[in-house]
């Protein structure tokens, strides 16, 4: 007759398949086994390991877009981490908080947990997580329109990282290295970057990075010029964001792909691809993506001369902007509503 597990050791076998769905990009399934642990840590009772199931539950509703649950989670187990005294915890939970006001476009609070957990990082000599907070800091700098001090940044990670043989950190801080690159304009620059993580998210099998990659290479192929390769590439990554249920990636990926067919002049497609970008986001709570999106249809109605849409779109994506606490969206409206005048 089988013995019935140890409820610690239950906890920490339900734990290691729990990580295998999340590295797999499975939210959902890894949400059920977090939430089973939560239920476990408190009959058992321990309150260090209710922490832990609370930042893994809070991951998982990150996973699935459902940031203000992440929130609440991340703040319970910053409770219980401080609670006893468990300063790694402590530190984990901040950058998680990070994350998740980041996502939420509040970027000035994503900065403060950042810098409170970077500070605990730094006192527990852990290199490793004190990277993974800088990367999330350097992301933050190229949203808010400081790509050169997002590339000092990076390229210090990056140092680290080959240093400390983080492979897949490294593909990580190439994309976001990348992503500052095109920011500044500089495509060909940009392009080098990416397409060295690529080959590295492919040896870990991460498809979630893979993907971002892939999506990050065909915007810089629109960039250049290159509709028609942005459009093939676009289309393969939409394949796999639906595959892994990647909701967030594949509105991003559906809004890229307006774009470009915006750009070839087939507004019906573009359109069409455009609003069903927008109802994802809506579904999400993505007031960023959805106020991007709104700007994007606001320039194909502008292009066609329909000035009453195209302001209305605009005026959605201002009223959207402004409510994420995000400067360099609200001048960007702004300019493309004078425009119209």
Known sequence: MKQPLNPVTEWEQRRDRATRYYKRGEFQEYLALATENLKLARIIPDRAREGHALNDIGLAH???????????????????????????????????LGSTYSRLGKF??????FDAALQIFRKLEDPEGEV???????????RLGEPKRALLLQNQILRMRRLLGDFSGEATTLNGIGFAYSTLGEFEQALEYFQAALPIQRAVKSLVGEATTLNNIASIYSDLGQPKQALLLYYQVLLTRRAIKDRAGEATTLNNLGFTYNTLANYWQALKLYKQALAIYQELGDRLGESSTFLNMGSLYAKRRRKKLALSCYQNAQQLAQQIEYQPLVVKVQQFIDALS
């Open 62 to 96: 990150l996973g699935c877009w459902q940031p203000q649950k992440a929130l609440d989670c991340f703040a319970q187990a910053l409770t219980v981490a401080q609670e006893f005294g468990n300063l790694r915890a402590e530190a984990t939970a901040l950058s998680n």
């Open 132 to 142: 993974a907070t800088l990367n999330d800091v350097a992301l933050i700098y190229t």
């Open 108 to 113: 000035s609070q994503a900065l403060e947990s």
